[in-house]
């Protein structure tokens, strides 16, 4: 239902039409985001870079979306979104093995109208599989600070 809402929204006007953000994510993974504007109407590219991490393994975890935004209220610059994507993980040492999965992130997004910054939290399922032949589930997590570039 959240994602019906999520998509049809047309009023948006807090997203950037183009140009590309970076900053931190800090959860899984921890490390670098950074965000693509402008792959279509309303939507971006979102990569993470880092360590850390639920679902994937700790020592690197990159990541790829694309995200849906949709303006939740008129009286502020919130925008929830709603993405697929999808994960790759390493780990080495002693269980030296690899994940690689699918991830949803479904998360909201503050765009700051002084500054050129976007707040954003995100909690998206994800599912792995390693080469160990585990299956991996669970309910991620990151929250970022990213800087807009034009």
Sequence with gaps: MLGLILLSSSALTTVPSSGISIGIVI??????????????Q??????????????????????GSLLFHALLTRETPVNGYLGVGAFLGMETGKNDQAVIGIIIPLGLEFIFTEVPLDLFIEVPPA???????EVRAGLTFGIGLRFILK
């Design 127 to 133: 599912i792995g599989f390693t080469t160990n032949g």
């Design 42 to 63: 309303n939507s971006a590219l979102q990569l993470h870079v880092g360590g850390g991490g639920f679902v994937a393994p700790a020592d690197l975890s990159v990541s």
């Design 27 to 40: 959860g899984d993974p921890t490390g670098l985001s950074l965000k693509f504007w402008g792959v279509g």
